[in-house]
């Protein structure tokens, strides 16, 4: 399974970005999909999570009501919108797949593909 992260960019302070991740070897909807991001210096952190159907999503706090997690099972793409972008949302973006069943919101370490990960930069 391969996950190719794409849409980041540079964008000032209250702007949006999209970003995508495209599911290739196996179809994404085998998989929990999640997106993570790691500013410099910092530990990696969770940021959204998706269910395998789309029916449930989870966001960070830091996030919630800025952006939105979607997939697109037909397309095995899973998205990110991201809106009203704050100079801290600058990181390295990644997009994951779980493979577990574990119900509510999975822990990182059961992550088992990553993407290479998209930068994103929000200028103050």
């Known amino acids: 399974v391969q996950l190719q992260a794409s849409g980041g960019g540079l964008v000032q302070a209250g702007g949006s970005l999209r970003l995508s991740c495209v599911v290739s070897g196996r179809t994404s909807s085998r998989y929990a999909m999640g997106w993570f991001r790691q500013a410099p210096g910092n530990e990696r952190e969770f940021v959204a999570a998706i269910s395998r159907s789309g029916s449930t999503t989870y966001y960070a706090d830091s996030v919630k009501g800025r952006f939105t997690i979607a997939r697109d099972n037909a397309k095995n793409t899973v998205t990110l919108q991201m809106n009203s972008l704050k100079s801290e949302d600058t990181a390295v973006y990644y997009c994951?797949?779980?493979?577990?069943?574990?119900?509510?919101?999975?822990?990182?370490?059961?992550?088992?593909?990553w993407g290479q990960g998209t930068q994103v930069t929000v200028s103050s």
């Open positions: 994951a797949a779980a493979s577990t069943w574990r119900d509510g919101l999975i822990p990182e370490y059961e992550y088992d593909y």
